[in-house]
């Protein structure tokens, strides 16, 4: 995809350098989050057609709210974390949260 959403962990690892140097306080595990958090919502933003819910990962899920502000759906990880999934295998996590995304829209 790009710096933006990571697609691997060499191109999360040149975001977190990026960030670093612009914040010394932010950590692999904030940007790690805030990716996978991020890459979810455009999948969702492309599913819908537009934004409409919103995912956040909270904890050890992502939630999906709704436009009240409900929670409507929550997404397990496929191994213990997210960011162990991402690091394990970032194509299989990216092709699991589409398929999430596009489950969400249609519901």
Same mark, same amino acid.
């Given at each position: 995809?790009? #710096?933006?959403?990571?697609?691997?962990?060499?191109?999360?690892?040149?975001?977190? *350098?990026?960030?670093?140097?612009? !914040?010394?306080?932010?950590?692999? %595990?904030?940007?790690?989050?805030? &990716?996978?958090?991020?890459?979810?919502? *455009?999948?969702?933003?492309?599913?819908?057609?537009?934004?409409?819910? &919103?995912?956040?990962?909270?904890?050890?899920?992502?939630?999906?709210? !709704?436009?009240?502000?409900?929670?409507?759906?929550?997404?397990?990880?496929?191994?213990?974390?997210? %960011?162990? !999934?991402?690091? *394990?295998?970032?194509?299989? #996590? #990216?092709?699991? #949260?589409?398929?999430? *995304?596009?489950?969400?829209? !249609?519901?």
């Amino acid at each position: 995809m790009s #710096l933006e959403y990571p697609e691997n962990m060499r191109e999360l690892e040149d975001k977190f *350098a990026i960030k670093k140097a612009r !914040d010394p306080k932010v950590t692999k %595990e904030q940007v790690m989050r805030q &990716t996978i958090q991020d890459t979810f919502q *455009a999948y969702l933003d492309y599913a819908e057609d537009g934004h409409y819910d &919103t995912g956040k990962l909270v904890g050890n899920e992502i939630q999906v709210f !709704d436009l009240n502000n409900q929670v409507t759906k929550r997404i397990q990880p496929l191994g213990d974390s997210f %960011e162990q !999934d991402f690091e *394990a295998n970032a194509d299989r #996590l #990216l092709g699991y #949260l589409e398929d999430e *995304a596009d489950k969400v829209a !249609d519901m």
